[in-house]
Protein backbone atom coordinates (compact mmCIF):
# COMPACT_ATOMS: atom_id res chain seq x y z
CA UNK A 1 0.00 0.00 0.00
CA UNK A 2 2.89 2.71 0.91
CA UNK A 3 6.23 1.79 1.39
CA UNK A 4 9.07 4.17 2.35
CA UNK A 5 12.40 3.16 1.50
CA UNK A 6 15.33 4.73 3.52
CA UNK A 7 13.50 7.63 3.88
CA UNK A 8 14.65 10.92 4.92
CA UNK A 9 13.44 14.48 4.91
CA UNK A 10 14.55 17.84 6.41
CA UNK A 11 12.66 21.34 5.94
CA UNK A 12 16.20 22.72 5.35
CA UNK A 13 18.37 22.45 9.21
CA UNK A 14 19.17 19.04 10.14
CA UNK A 15 17.75 15.93 9.10
CA UNK A 16 13.60 15.98 10.92
CA UNK A 17 13.50 11.87 9.81
CA UNK A 18 16.66 9.69 7.94
CA UNK A 19 16.60 6.49 7.22
CA UNK A 20 12.97 5.15 7.69
CA UNK A 21 12.10 2.09 5.90
CA UNK A 22 8.13 1.35 6.56
CA UNK A 23 5.28 -0.51 5.18
CA UNK A 24 1.94 0.04 5.49
CA UNK A 25 0.17 -3.13 5.18
CA UNK A 26 -3.20 -3.13 3.12
CA UNK A 27 -6.24 -3.39 5.53
CA UNK A 28 -4.31 -2.63 8.62
CA UNK A 29 -4.47 -0.48 11.26
CA UNK A 30 -1.91 2.26 12.73
CA UNK A 31 -1.50 4.52 15.03
CA UNK A 32 1.88 6.75 14.72
CA UNK A 33 2.86 8.90 17.80
CA UNK A 34 5.65 10.42 19.29
CA UNK A 35 5.98 14.19 21.19
CA UNK A 36 5.32 17.45 19.51
CA UNK A 37 7.51 18.66 16.99
CA UNK A 38 8.80 14.88 16.15
CA UNK A 39 7.31 14.30 12.49
CA UNK A 40 4.42 12.67 12.90
CA UNK A 41 2.29 15.45 10.31
CA UNK A 42 5.66 15.20 8.41
CA UNK A 43 5.74 11.92 7.91
CA UNK A 44 2.00 11.80 7.10
CA UNK A 45 3.16 14.39 4.45
CA UNK A 46 5.43 12.47 2.91
CA UNK A 47 2.77 9.39 2.74
CA UNK A 48 0.31 11.44 0.59
CA UNK A 49 2.71 13.06 -1.42
CA UNK A 50 2.15 16.54 -0.27
CA UNK A 51 6.32 16.48 0.83
CA UNK A 52 8.85 14.82 -1.92
CA UNK A 53 11.51 13.17 1.06
CA UNK A 54 15.14 14.68 0.31
CA UNK A 55 16.81 10.86 0.23
CA UNK A 56 15.05 7.40 -0.28
CA UNK A 57 11.89 6.88 -2.01
CA UNK A 58 8.37 7.08 -1.32
CA UNK A 59 5.64 4.01 -2.91
CA UNK A 60 2.38 4.40 -3.09
CA UNK A 61 0.21 1.84 -4.42
CA UNK A 62 3.55 0.23 -6.09
CA UNK A 63 4.04 4.15 -7.67
CA UNK A 64 7.07 5.91 -6.97
CA UNK A 65 5.83 9.36 -5.91
CA UNK A 66 8.50 11.53 -7.65
CA UNK A 67 7.62 10.03 -10.36
CA UNK A 68 4.46 11.79 -10.48
CA UNK A 69 3.15 14.01 -12.32
CA UNK A 70 0.75 16.77 -10.92
CA UNK A 71 -2.46 15.47 -12.35
CA UNK A 72 -0.48 12.22 -11.15
CA UNK A 73 -0.92 13.74 -7.46
CA UNK A 74 -4.19 14.34 -7.73
CA UNK A 75 -5.34 11.11 -9.17
CA UNK A 76 -3.60 9.89 -5.75
CA UNK A 77 -5.55 11.78 -3.00
CA UNK A 78 -8.82 10.57 -4.89
CA UNK A 79 -7.53 7.22 -3.09
CA UNK A 80 -5.88 8.39 0.17
CA UNK A 81 -8.39 9.99 2.44
CA UNK A 82 -6.54 12.49 4.32
CA UNK A 83 -7.80 14.66 7.84
CA UNK A 84 -5.07 17.72 8.20
CA UNK A 85 -4.00 18.67 11.76
CA UNK A 86 -5.43 22.46 10.39
CA UNK A 87 -8.94 21.47 8.40
CA UNK A 88 -8.85 24.08 6.13
CA UNK A 89 -12.62 24.22 3.88
CA UNK A 90 -14.15 26.26 1.26
CA UNK A 91 -15.82 28.78 3.73
CA UNK A 92 -18.19 30.21 1.51
CA UNK A 93 -19.56 26.71 0.69
CA UNK A 94 -21.84 24.59 3.05
CA UNK A 95 -20.68 21.74 5.52
CA UNK A 96 -22.72 19.54 3.29
CA UNK A 97 -20.59 20.24 0.00
CA UNK A 98 -17.54 20.98 1.58
CA UNK A 99 -17.95 17.09 2.83
CA UNK A 100 -18.75 16.18 -1.10
CA UNK A 101 -16.19 18.19 -2.58
CA UNK A 102 -13.91 14.97 -3.48
CA UNK A 103 -16.64 13.81 -5.45
CA UNK A 104 -17.36 17.12 -7.32
CA UNK A 105 -13.75 17.33 -8.02
CA UNK A 106 -13.58 13.61 -9.10
CA UNK A 107 -17.28 14.30 -11.18
CA UNK A 108 -18.33 11.38 -8.99
CA UNK A 109 -21.52 13.31 -7.37
CA UNK A 110 -24.67 11.23 -8.40
CA UNK A 111 -27.86 10.74 -6.89
CA UNK A 112 -26.68 7.39 -4.66
CA UNK A 113 -23.41 9.84 -3.58
CA UNK A 114 -25.91 12.38 -2.18
CA UNK A 115 -27.58 8.71 0.17
CA UNK A 116 -23.97 8.10 0.88
CA UNK A 117 -23.23 11.53 2.30
CA UNK A 118 -26.36 11.71 4.13
CA UNK A 119 -25.79 8.39 6.16
CA UNK A 120 -21.95 10.27 6.63
CA UNK A 121 -23.05 13.38 7.81
CA UNK A 122 -25.43 11.51 10.25
CA UNK A 123 -22.31 9.23 11.60
CA UNK A 124 -19.96 12.29 12.55
CA UNK A 125 -23.15 14.02 14.25
CA UNK A 126 -23.54 17.30 11.87
CA UNK A 127 -26.67 16.54 10.03
CA UNK A 128 -28.07 19.31 12.25
CA UNK A 129 -24.90 21.89 10.39
CA UNK A 130 -25.14 20.67 7.02
CA UNK A 131 -26.07 23.92 5.87
CA UNK A 132 -23.61 25.76 8.19
CA UNK A 133 -20.74 27.87 6.77
CA UNK A 134 -17.84 26.10 8.06
CA UNK A 135 -16.65 29.20 9.94
CA UNK A 136 -19.12 28.88 12.07
CA UNK A 137 -18.19 25.13 13.46
CA UNK A 138 -17.06 24.41 16.58
CA UNK A 139 -13.30 23.06 16.51
CA UNK A 140 -14.83 19.72 17.06
CA UNK A 141 -17.40 20.24 14.32
CA UNK A 142 -14.46 21.09 12.19
CA UNK A 143 -12.76 17.79 12.97
CA UNK A 144 -15.69 15.63 12.05
CA UNK A 145 -16.49 17.59 9.06
CA UNK A 146 -12.63 16.51 7.74
CA UNK A 147 -13.18 13.09 8.87
CA UNK A 148 -16.39 13.00 6.67
CA UNK A 149 -14.66 14.71 3.49
CA UNK A 150 -11.74 12.15 4.02
CA UNK A 151 -13.65 9.12 4.07
CA UNK A 152 -16.64 9.97 1.14
CA UNK A 153 -14.29 8.97 -1.95
CA UNK A 154 -13.89 5.14 0.11
CA UNK A 155 -10.17 5.67 -0.29
CA UNK A 156 -8.03 2.93 0.02
CA UNK A 157 -5.78 4.24 2.88
CA UNK A 158 -7.18 6.55 5.57
CA UNK A 159 -4.42 9.01 7.10
CA UNK A 160 -5.55 11.30 10.19
CA UNK A 161 -3.53 13.69 11.95
CA UNK A 162 -4.79 14.43 15.13
CA UNK A 163 -8.55 13.36 13.94
CA UNK A 164 -9.75 13.54 17.66
CA UNK A 165 -7.56 16.81 19.12
CA UNK A 166 -10.51 18.73 19.61
CA UNK A 167 -13.67 16.96 20.58
CA UNK A 168 -14.43 15.18 24.16
CA UNK A 169 -14.22 11.76 24.81
CA UNK A 170 -17.38 10.33 23.64
CA UNK A 171 -17.07 11.91 19.89
CA UNK A 172 -13.34 10.85 20.08
CA UNK A 173 -14.89 7.05 20.71
CA UNK A 174 -17.76 7.73 17.91
CA UNK A 175 -14.84 9.13 15.25
CA UNK A 176 -12.89 5.61 16.47
CA UNK A 177 -15.67 3.93 15.68
CA UNK A 178 -16.07 4.88 12.53
CA UNK A 179 -12.49 4.55 11.66
CA UNK A 180 -12.15 0.88 12.41
CA UNK A 181 -15.34 0.51 10.77
CA UNK A 182 -13.66 1.82 7.97
CA UNK A 183 -10.52 -0.86 8.65
CA UNK A 184 -13.42 -3.86 9.28
CA UNK A 185 -14.30 -2.92 5.65
CA UNK A 186 -11.01 -3.58 4.41
CA UNK A 187 -9.02 0.16 4.52
CA UNK A 188 -5.79 0.96 5.75
CA UNK A 189 -5.98 3.37 8.73
CA UNK A 190 -2.92 5.40 9.80
CA UNK A 191 -4.11 7.51 13.02
CA UNK A 192 -1.50 10.01 14.10
CA UNK A 193 -1.56 10.91 17.97
CA UNK A 194 -0.48 11.38 21.06
CA UNK A 195 -3.70 10.83 22.94
CA UNK A 196 -2.28 7.19 24.42
CA UNK A 197 -6.03 6.25 25.66
CA UNK A 198 -7.47 6.74 22.62
CA UNK A 199 -4.64 4.01 21.36
CA UNK A 200 -5.70 1.74 24.49
CA UNK A 201 -9.22 2.09 23.59
CA UNK A 202 -8.91 1.48 20.14
CA UNK A 203 -6.86 -1.71 21.02
CA UNK A 204 -9.60 -3.50 22.73
CA UNK A 205 -11.70 -2.88 19.15
CA UNK A 206 -9.06 -3.79 16.90
CA UNK A 207 -5.53 -4.99 16.28
CA UNK A 208 -3.74 -2.33 16.27
CA UNK A 209 -0.27 -1.20 15.27
CA UNK A 210 1.86 1.83 17.21
CA UNK A 211 4.68 3.36 15.69
CA UNK A 212 6.47 5.61 17.46
CA UNK A 213 8.94 8.36 16.18
CA UNK A 214 11.74 8.99 18.47
CA UNK A 215 15.31 9.90 17.31
CA UNK A 216 14.26 10.96 13.79
CA UNK A 217 13.57 6.94 13.54
CA UNK A 218 10.03 5.26 13.01
CA UNK A 219 9.95 2.14 15.59
CA UNK A 220 7.45 -0.55 16.25
CA UNK A 221 6.49 -0.09 19.26
CA UNK A 222 5.63 -2.90 22.06
CA UNK A 223 2.27 -4.48 22.41
CA UNK A 224 2.22 -3.19 26.04
CA UNK A 225 1.80 1.08 26.39
CA UNK B 1 -5.60 21.64 -30.19
CA UNK B 2 -7.98 19.25 -28.90
CA UNK B 3 -7.38 20.01 -25.03
CA UNK B 4 -8.66 23.50 -26.51
CA UNK B 5 -11.72 22.06 -28.00
CA UNK B 6 -12.53 19.98 -25.33
CA UNK B 7 -12.06 22.74 -22.81
CA UNK B 8 -14.17 24.59 -24.92
CA UNK B 9 -17.06 21.89 -25.06
CA UNK B 10 -16.95 21.75 -21.27
CA UNK B 11 -17.16 25.19 -21.02
CA UNK B 12 -20.15 25.84 -22.72
CA UNK B 13 -21.45 22.82 -21.40
CA UNK B 14 -20.61 23.77 -18.00
CA UNK B 15 -20.16 22.79 -14.42
CA UNK B 16 -22.47 23.79 -11.97
CA UNK B 17 -20.56 22.99 -9.57
CA UNK B 18 -16.80 23.73 -10.98
CA UNK B 19 -18.25 27.30 -10.66
CA UNK B 20 -19.25 27.78 -7.59
CA UNK B 21 -15.85 26.81 -5.91
CA UNK B 22 -14.53 29.34 -6.24
CA UNK B 23 -16.49 32.42 -4.44
CA UNK B 24 -18.34 35.15 -6.28
CA UNK B 25 -15.90 38.12 -6.41
CA UNK B 26 -18.36 41.45 -6.97
CA UNK B 27 -16.60 44.44 -8.11
CA UNK B 28 -13.57 42.65 -10.15
CA UNK B 29 -15.92 40.69 -12.18
CA UNK B 30 -18.06 44.12 -12.98
CA UNK B 31 -14.57 46.27 -13.97
CA UNK B 32 -13.97 43.31 -15.87
CA UNK B 33 -17.26 43.28 -18.42
CA UNK B 34 -16.81 47.20 -18.10
CA UNK B 35 -13.34 47.22 -19.71
CA UNK B 36 -14.97 44.37 -22.42
CA UNK B 37 -18.22 46.07 -23.20
CA UNK B 38 -15.39 49.81 -23.90
CA UNK B 39 -13.12 47.69 -25.18
CA UNK B 40 -15.94 46.14 -28.05
CA UNK B 41 -17.51 49.49 -28.32
CA UNK B 42 -14.17 50.98 -29.49
CA UNK B 43 -13.27 48.03 -31.24
CA UNK B 44 -16.47 48.29 -33.59
CA UNK B 45 -15.80 52.04 -34.32
CA UNK B 46 -12.21 50.92 -35.09
CA UNK B 47 -13.91 48.43 -37.43
CA UNK B 48 -16.56 50.91 -38.84
CA UNK B 49 -13.48 53.67 -39.61
CA UNK B 50 -11.59 50.43 -41.53
CA UNK B 51 -14.25 49.34 -43.46
CA UNK B 52 -15.23 52.99 -44.48
CA UNK B 53 -11.85 54.29 -45.16
CA UNK B 54 -11.01 50.86 -47.56
CA UNK B 55 -14.59 51.96 -49.44
CA UNK B 56 -13.19 55.51 -50.26
CA UNK B 57 -9.66 54.25 -50.83
CA UNK B 58 -11.39 51.99 -53.45
CA UNK B 59 -13.51 54.51 -54.83
CA UNK B 60 -10.74 57.35 -55.59
CA UNK B 61 -8.99 54.49 -56.99
CA UNK B 62 -10.80 52.62 -59.42
CA UNK B 63 -13.51 55.30 -60.51
CA UNK B 64 -11.00 58.04 -60.65
CA UNK B 65 -8.14 56.12 -62.04
CA UNK B 66 -9.60 56.35 -65.41
CA UNK B 67 -10.12 59.54 -66.32
CA UNK B 68 -7.84 62.89 -67.17
CA UNK B 69 -8.54 66.01 -68.44
CA UNK B 70 -6.99 68.58 -70.68
CA UNK B 71 -7.93 72.29 -70.57
CA UNK B 72 -7.68 74.37 -73.73
CA UNK B 73 -6.78 78.09 -73.04
CA UNK B 74 -6.83 80.48 -75.72
CA UNK B 75 -8.00 83.81 -77.10
CA UNK B 76 -11.66 83.25 -78.05
CA UNK B 77 -11.31 83.05 -81.70
CA UNK B 78 -8.49 80.33 -81.27
CA UNK B 79 -9.97 77.84 -78.76
CA UNK B 80 -12.34 75.81 -81.41
CA UNK B 81 -8.84 75.43 -83.26
CA UNK B 82 -6.87 74.42 -81.01
CA UNK B 83 -9.51 71.96 -79.21
CA UNK B 84 -9.55 70.14 -82.62
CA UNK B 85 -6.18 70.02 -82.39
CA UNK B 86 -5.92 68.42 -79.22
CA UNK B 87 -8.28 66.30 -80.03
CA UNK B 88 -6.47 65.22 -82.89
CA UNK B 89 -3.38 64.50 -81.17
CA UNK B 90 -5.23 62.62 -78.54
CA UNK B 91 -7.25 60.49 -81.35
CA UNK B 92 -3.29 59.31 -82.20
CA UNK B 93 -2.41 59.03 -78.22
CA UNK B 94 -1.78 55.23 -77.42
CA UNK B 95 -3.37 54.06 -74.25
CA UNK B 96 -6.37 57.07 -74.38
CA UNK B 97 -9.92 55.19 -75.36
CA UNK B 98 -11.58 57.61 -75.51
CA UNK B 99 -11.80 61.75 -75.65
CA UNK B 100 -14.02 64.48 -76.07
CA UNK B 101 -14.77 67.91 -75.43
CA UNK B 102 -17.35 69.10 -73.18
CA UNK B 103 -20.23 71.29 -74.85
CA UNK B 104 -21.37 74.69 -73.20
CA UNK B 105 -24.09 73.11 -71.32
CA UNK B 106 -21.56 70.61 -69.49
CA UNK B 107 -19.44 73.39 -69.08
CA UNK B 108 -21.95 75.79 -67.35
CA UNK B 109 -23.32 72.62 -65.36
CA UNK B 110 -19.64 72.50 -63.88
CA UNK B 111 -19.31 76.23 -63.45
CA UNK B 112 -23.12 77.00 -62.20
CA UNK B 113 -22.42 75.94 -58.38
CA UNK B 114 -19.73 79.07 -58.38
CA UNK B 115 -21.52 81.53 -61.12
CA UNK B 116 -25.01 81.05 -61.17
CA UNK B 117 -26.71 78.78 -63.52
CA UNK B 118 -27.26 82.29 -65.99
CA UNK B 119 -23.75 82.34 -66.88
CA UNK B 120 -23.00 83.71 -70.90
CA UNK B 121 -20.04 81.85 -71.26
CA UNK B 122 -19.17 83.86 -74.26
CA UNK B 123 -18.95 86.72 -72.33
CA UNK B 124 -15.67 84.80 -70.20
CA UNK B 125 -12.65 83.78 -71.20
CA UNK B 126 -13.44 80.14 -70.11
CA UNK B 127 -10.86 77.50 -71.07
CA UNK B 128 -12.57 74.55 -72.54
CA UNK B 129 -12.50 71.09 -71.23
CA UNK B 130 -11.38 67.92 -73.15
CA UNK B 131 -12.33 64.77 -70.85
CA UNK B 132 -10.87 61.35 -71.79
CA UNK B 133 -11.29 57.90 -70.08
CA UNK B 134 -7.70 55.99 -70.62
CA UNK B 135 -7.18 52.01 -71.73
CA UNK B 136 -6.77 50.23 -68.64
CA UNK B 137 -2.83 50.50 -69.11
CA UNK B 138 -2.95 53.88 -69.13
CA UNK B 139 -0.88 56.32 -71.46
CA UNK B 140 2.26 58.00 -71.21
CA UNK B 141 1.46 61.34 -69.40
CA UNK B 142 4.63 62.88 -69.74
CA UNK B 143 4.66 62.24 -73.82
CA UNK B 144 1.20 63.90 -74.10
CA UNK B 145 2.68 66.58 -72.34
CA UNK B 146 5.28 67.16 -74.46
CA UNK B 147 3.44 67.14 -77.52
CA UNK B 148 0.64 68.95 -76.99
CA UNK B 149 3.27 71.50 -75.46
CA UNK B 150 4.85 71.51 -79.33
CA UNK B 151 1.47 71.20 -81.16
CA UNK B 152 -1.10 73.09 -79.17
CA UNK B 153 0.74 75.68 -76.32
CA UNK B 154 -3.12 76.46 -75.21
CA UNK B 155 -3.58 72.87 -74.14
CA UNK B 156 -2.80 71.62 -70.54
CA UNK B 157 -2.96 67.72 -69.42
CA UNK B 158 -4.68 67.45 -65.85
CA UNK B 159 -3.25 64.11 -64.55
CA UNK B 160 -5.87 63.14 -61.69
CA UNK B 161 -3.44 61.07 -60.72
CA UNK B 162 -1.53 64.01 -58.71
CA UNK B 163 -3.86 64.79 -56.42
CA UNK B 164 -5.19 61.25 -56.46
CA UNK B 165 -2.33 59.34 -55.21
CA UNK B 166 -1.95 60.98 -51.67
CA UNK B 167 -5.83 60.79 -51.07
CA UNK B 168 -5.77 56.91 -51.91
CA UNK B 169 -2.65 56.38 -49.56
CA UNK B 170 -4.50 58.61 -47.06
CA UNK B 171 -7.53 56.26 -46.96
CA UNK B 172 -5.28 52.89 -46.80
CA UNK B 173 -3.41 54.25 -43.74
CA UNK B 174 -6.63 55.02 -42.43
CA UNK B 175 -7.85 51.77 -43.25
CA UNK B 176 -4.54 50.05 -41.42
CA UNK B 177 -4.67 52.19 -38.55
CA UNK B 178 -8.00 51.06 -37.99
CA UNK B 179 -7.45 47.08 -38.16
CA UNK B 180 -3.91 48.02 -35.64
CA UNK B 181 -6.42 49.77 -33.68
CA UNK B 182 -8.78 46.72 -33.48
CA UNK B 183 -5.82 44.44 -32.99
CA UNK B 184 -4.29 46.48 -29.74
CA UNK B 185 -7.68 46.78 -28.26
CA UNK B 186 -7.97 43.15 -28.55
CA UNK B 187 -4.48 42.72 -26.85
CA UNK B 188 -5.76 45.33 -24.16
CA UNK B 189 -8.63 42.67 -23.62
CA UNK B 190 -6.05 39.95 -23.19
CA UNK B 191 -3.94 42.15 -20.78
CA UNK B 192 -6.76 43.22 -18.67
CA UNK B 193 -8.18 39.34 -18.58
CA UNK B 194 -4.73 38.09 -17.76
CA UNK B 195 -4.45 41.29 -15.05
CA UNK B 196 -8.04 40.09 -13.67
CA UNK B 197 -7.52 36.36 -13.38
CA UNK B 198 -3.95 36.77 -11.75
CA UNK B 199 -5.54 38.79 -8.89
CA UNK B 200 -8.43 36.28 -8.54
CA UNK B 201 -6.23 33.11 -8.32
CA UNK B 202 -4.08 34.94 -5.86
CA UNK B 203 -7.08 36.49 -4.02
CA UNK B 204 -8.38 32.81 -3.96
CA UNK B 205 -5.04 31.11 -3.23
CA UNK B 206 -7.09 28.84 -0.40
CA UNK B 207 -9.65 27.74 -2.43
CA UNK B 208 -6.88 26.36 -4.70
CA UNK B 209 -4.91 24.39 -2.09
CA UNK B 210 -7.61 23.21 -0.47
CA UNK B 211 -8.99 21.74 -3.92
CA UNK B 212 -5.76 20.45 -4.32
CA UNK B 213 -5.77 18.80 -1.13
CA UNK B 214 -9.10 16.68 -2.41
CA UNK B 215 -7.77 16.01 -5.21
CA UNK B 216 -9.08 18.58 -8.04
CA UNK B 217 -6.56 18.41 -11.00
CA UNK B 218 -5.19 21.82 -11.99
CA UNK B 219 -7.55 21.29 -15.26
CA UNK B 220 -10.52 21.62 -12.99
CA UNK B 221 -9.54 24.30 -10.76
CA UNK B 222 -8.09 26.25 -14.24
CA UNK B 223 -11.31 25.35 -15.40
CA UNK B 224 -13.30 27.16 -12.91
CA UNK B 225 -11.52 30.95 -13.39
CA UNK B 226 -11.03 30.11 -17.15
CA UNK B 227 -15.03 29.75 -17.58
CA UNK B 228 -15.66 32.79 -15.37
CA UNK B 229 -13.80 35.13 -17.11
CA UNK B 230 -14.38 34.02 -20.37
CA UNK B 231 -17.92 34.34 -19.71
CA UNK B 232 -17.77 37.88 -18.30
CA UNK B 233 -15.33 38.74 -21.43
CA UNK B 234 -18.46 37.71 -23.95
CA UNK B 235 -21.02 39.14 -21.64
CA UNK B 236 -19.34 42.43 -21.77
CA UNK B 237 -18.50 42.22 -25.06
CA UNK B 238 -21.43 41.94 -26.34
CA UNK B 239 -22.70 44.83 -24.26
CA UNK B 240 -20.63 46.74 -25.72
CA UNK B 241 -21.27 45.36 -29.65
CA UNK B 242 -24.51 46.05 -29.43
CA UNK B 243 -24.17 49.66 -27.89
CA UNK B 244 -21.67 50.51 -30.97
CA UNK B 245 -23.90 49.03 -33.30
CA UNK B 246 -26.54 51.25 -32.19
CA UNK B 247 -24.64 54.23 -32.09
CA UNK B 248 -23.54 53.23 -35.81
CA UNK B 249 -27.34 52.63 -37.05
CA UNK B 250 -28.23 56.25 -36.31
CA UNK B 251 -25.14 58.23 -37.67
CA UNK B 252 -26.51 59.87 -40.55
CA UNK B 253 -26.76 57.81 -43.74
CA UNK B 254 -23.80 57.79 -46.85
CA UNK B 255 -24.39 61.29 -48.81
CA UNK B 256 -24.55 61.53 -52.45
CA UNK B 257 -21.26 63.29 -51.88
CA UNK B 258 -20.26 60.57 -49.78
CA UNK B 259 -16.77 61.18 -47.53
CA UNK B 260 -15.30 59.63 -44.81
CA UNK B 261 -17.38 60.94 -42.37
CA UNK B 262 -20.55 60.25 -43.80
CA UNK B 263 -20.10 57.21 -45.05
CA UNK B 264 -18.93 55.95 -41.50
CA UNK B 265 -22.03 53.00 -40.91
CA UNK B 266 -21.68 49.77 -42.04
CA UNK B 267 -22.45 48.90 -45.26
CA UNK B 268 -24.49 45.14 -46.46
CA UNK B 269 -23.08 42.08 -45.08
CA UNK B 270 -20.41 43.86 -43.23
CA UNK B 271 -23.19 44.56 -40.34
CA UNK B 272 -22.10 40.85 -39.20
CA UNK B 273 -18.93 41.45 -38.62
CA UNK B 274 -19.12 43.31 -35.07
CA UNK B 275 -20.87 40.00 -33.84
CA UNK B 276 -17.75 38.24 -34.24
CA UNK B 277 -16.35 40.26 -31.45
CA UNK B 278 -17.74 38.78 -28.86
CA UNK B 279 -17.11 35.15 -29.44
CA UNK B 280 -13.45 36.62 -30.24
CA UNK B 281 -12.79 38.49 -26.80
CA UNK B 282 -14.13 35.14 -24.89
CA UNK B 283 -11.88 33.31 -26.98
CA UNK B 284 -8.74 35.67 -26.30
CA UNK B 285 -10.11 35.74 -22.56
CA UNK B 286 -10.39 31.96 -22.73
CA UNK B 287 -6.53 31.96 -23.64
CA UNK B 288 -5.19 34.79 -21.53
CA UNK B 289 -7.18 33.14 -18.24
CA UNK B 290 -5.99 29.92 -19.25
CA UNK B 291 -2.10 30.53 -19.43
CA UNK B 292 -2.39 32.87 -16.35
CA UNK B 293 -3.97 29.84 -14.83
CA UNK B 294 -1.80 27.14 -15.59
CA UNK B 295 1.48 29.45 -14.57
CA UNK B 296 -0.29 29.98 -11.16
CA UNK B 297 -1.15 26.65 -10.01
CA UNK B 298 2.26 25.47 -11.67
CA UNK B 299 4.06 26.73 -8.64
CA UNK B 300 2.24 25.37 -6.14
CA UNK B 301 2.46 22.02 -4.37
N1 LIG C 1 7.06 23.94 6.60
C1 LIG C 1 7.99 23.82 7.55
N2 LIG C 1 9.16 24.47 7.43
C2 LIG C 1 10.10 24.34 8.38
N3 LIG C 1 9.96 23.59 9.45
C3 LIG C 1 8.83 22.89 9.63
C4 LIG C 1 7.78 22.98 8.68
N4 LIG C 1 6.76 22.20 9.09
C5 LIG C 1 7.16 21.65 10.25
N5 LIG C 1 8.40 22.07 10.58
C6 LIG C 1 9.16 21.65 11.74
O1 LIG C 1 9.36 20.26 11.66
C7 LIG C 1 9.19 19.67 12.94
C8 LIG C 1 8.17 18.55 12.84
O2 LIG C 1 6.92 19.11 12.54
P1 LIG C 1 5.60 18.22 12.48
O3 LIG C 1 4.48 19.13 12.14
O4 LIG C 1 5.85 17.08 11.58
O5 LIG C 1 5.49 17.72 13.98
P2 LIG C 1 4.37 16.84 14.67
O6 LIG C 1 5.00 15.60 15.18
O7 LIG C 1 3.21 16.68 13.77
O8 LIG C 1 3.96 17.75 15.90
P3 LIG C 1 2.53 17.94 16.60
O9 LIG C 1 2.31 16.75 17.45
O10 LIG C 1 2.69 19.18 17.40
O11 LIG C 1 1.54 18.10 15.51
C9 LIG C 1 8.79 20.78 13.88
O12 LIG C 1 9.93 21.15 14.62
C10 LIG C 1 8.36 21.90 12.99
O13 LIG C 1 8.69 23.13 13.57
MG1 LIG D 1 1.35 17.41 13.67
Redesign the pocket.
Known amino acids: MIELKNVAYS??GGA?LSDISLTLAAGSFYFLT??????????L?LCYGALQPTAGDVLLFGEDVAGLARDGIAALRRRVGVVH?DCQFLDHLSVAENIALPLDVSGRASAAADGDLNELMAWVGLTQRAEALPPELSGGERQRAALARAVIMSPDVVLA??PTGNVDWEMSQRLLRLLVELNRMGKTVLI?T?DLSLIRAAKTQVQARVLR?SNRQVQLAGADL | MTVVRLDLRHLISGDRQANRVVPPSGVTAHLTIFAAAAMAFLAVFAMAMSLAAGRLAARWGDELAQSSTIRVVAPADQIAAQTQAALGILETTAGVAFARALDEAEQRALLAPWFGAELDLQALPVPQLIEMIEEDEGFDAAGLRLRLAAEVPGAFLDDHSRWRAPLVEAAGRLRLLGWISALLLGASVAAIVTLAARAALAANAQVISVLRLVGATDRYIAQAFIRRFSLRAFGGATIGVLCAMIAVAILPGASEAAGLLTGLSFQGWHWVLPLFIPPLCALVAFLATGVAARRTLGKLT
Open positions: YGLGPSGAGKTTLKQDEAHI
